[in-house]
Every structure is written in C-alpha cells, then in structure tokens.
C-alpha cells in the first residue's frame, strides 16, 4: 500500500455555499453507491443545525473535498465526509476531522458520532486514528446492499 502523501497544509477549509454544490456533487457521486442529491445538499446548506464545509486545494483552488455534520443539544453527528478520487490520500478527510473535532472543543460539546460500514476499512483506520472508537451497530444501515454500519464516538470533554 503506498503512502499517504499529506497534501492537507495547502488545503484551505471554508463553509459551503450553494455555488459549491455541484462540485460536491460530483465527489458524492464518485464516491458513494447511493449518493445524496442535489436537493439534500442544498436543504443541508439552509438547516441551521447542519454544517457543510469544503476542502479547497490546487491552482486554481477548487474544491476537493467536503463533510457534512450536525450539531445538536452537545455532540455533534457527521453525516458524510467525502474526497474527490484523485486527492484521496493527501490528508483532505483528516484535515476535516480534524478541524469537526476542534470545533466540537471549542464549542464546548460532549462527543463526535458517525457511522461506517464495516467494508470501509480505510475510513475506519483513519477514524480510530482520531480516536474513535466503535461503540454499537445499527443493522441494516445502508439502504443500497443492507450493510450493516458501526457506530464510532469520540469523546470530546475529558
């Protein structure tokens, strides 16, 4: 397996704004079997709960990657992280991790959830190198196969 090369320092993080919906759009589809459409993203930018951030990197900057998350009452929900095929491995999904869980710190917020499928296990790696660890299943998660997803926490209040 090659390295990650970390590429993250020359990405630059930023909320989305409608203009960057189809470029979301294309990474959701190239990285997703059931992929959210543009009317999900764009209802995702008006809910005042919901956050949607872009990964911008390249000359000229364009947007490589994305995540969407929630925040309610003290924990946060990330409902989709997502790098476009061609960036993968550079360090874009850790950087957005990254930055979800200093938000949840500087918020002041209890802990950071998401699911997985037990397939993915690079994004497990990369989830459990951030600490999160597996707490539960949901069965029958995935509306496309009926996979399974793992449920992850990480603790934010020590």
Known sequence: MAAARDTSARAALRIASAEDIPAILAIERASFASPWTEKMFADELKNEWSNVW??????????????????????????????????????????????ILAFGEHRRLSHVVLEVRPSNLGAQRLYQSLDFRPVGVRPRYYQDNGEDAILMVRMLRR
């Open 54 to 99: 872009v990964a911008e990197a390249g000359e000229p900057r364009r947007v490589v990657a994305f995540t969407v998350f929630w925040v309610a009452c003290d924990e946060i929900h990330v409902l989709n992280v997502a790098v476009a095929p061609e960036e993968r491995r550079r360090g874009h999904a850790r950087l957005l991790l990254r930055s």
